[in-house]
């Protein structure tokens, strides 16, 4: 708003003043004579100052924005370097989500060119590490992230038994290799698979809702006391067991 306050124009006299300069506007009316002799005036457009001084809020927004998603990718891209994923499980810059979602829109339709209130400077490892967040192994994070794509590809296909295909190849066969981990004292490989289930779960509703499923009440009901078993035996375990104990991850 600085910006488009300093090279605002305004009118005084027939001549137009750009920000505090004083220069006159090059941008005058003109006299065009016609095909009958009569003059005509053709008004003048606007001057190269005011389009600048209309869109440069804008424009500085949106700078300011890319530059907070190349902070945000520096960030995950620092994790990386030391083979870890970090999963944001809250917005780290929440401007950058509204504006997405409300294209960059108020309710109201009119262009907000508000400046976002954290600065690129601000979007730190530091920063990030104080959102809820779960830092983990690459590998740990690769197996959750996969599995969990995986049943969200299943749940939005389009074939009429979807929900059932879902259980029967994908829901009860990850609560069995859980357990089979966990048999074999493999609790980080356990952890993997109920942690993806764990995501899908958090994104999708519906298909512990499914009536087909419910009616085969002994495969349903004997998912949840797999998986609850599983879970309790993963969480028994301490943070390194199960790759939770990163250098610089925060406790709990």
């Given amino acids: 708003r600085a910006l488009q306050s300093a090279s605002s124009c305004g009118s005084s006299g027939g001549a137009s003043s750009c920000g505090s300069s004083g220069a006159a506007s ?6 065009v004579p016609s095909s009958s002799g009569a003059s005509s005036v053709v008004q003048p457009s606007p001057s190269i100052g005011q389009a600048a001084g209309q869109m440069s809020a804008k424009e500085t927004k ?52 508000s400046k976002p209130k954290m600065t690129p400077e601000d979007m730190t ?16 994070a690769a197996q959750a992230c996969k599995l969990c794509a995986q049943l969200i590809a299943a749940f939005h296909a389009s074939e009429e038994n979807r929900i059932m295909t879902l259980w029967q190849k994908l829901l009860l066969p990850t ?13 980080q490989l356990a952890f ?6 764990l995501l899908f ?11 087909q499923a419910i009616a085969e009440w002994s495969s349903f009901s004997s998912l949840f006391m797999d998986l609850s078993a599983a879970w309790g035996a993963v969480l028994a375990r301490e943070d390194f067991e199960l790759g939770l104990a990163p250098v610089g991850g925060r406790e709990g």
């Fill in 62 to 113: 949106d700078v300011e924005m890319k530059k907070l998603q190349q902070a945000v990718r520096e960030v995950y891209k620092s994790f990386e370097d030391e083979g870890l994923v970090f999963l944001p499980l809250e917005a780290l810059v929440p401007e950058l989500e509204d504006a997405e979602e409300k294209g960059e829109q108020k309710q109201d339709g009119v262009q907000d060119d």
């Fill in 192 to 197: 993997g698979e109920l942690l993806g289930l």
């Fill in 201 to 211: 779960a958090s994104q999708e509703a519906s298909w512990v809702l499914d009536r």
């Fill in 175 to 187: 609560a069995d290799r859980a357990r089979a981990h966990v048999k074999k004292e493999e609790f």
């Fill in 125 to 140: 490892r530091e920063t990030a590490l104080k959102r809820d967040h779960l830092l983990l192994p690459g590998p740990l």
């Fill in 26 to 31: 090059s941008a005058t009316e003109t006299t």
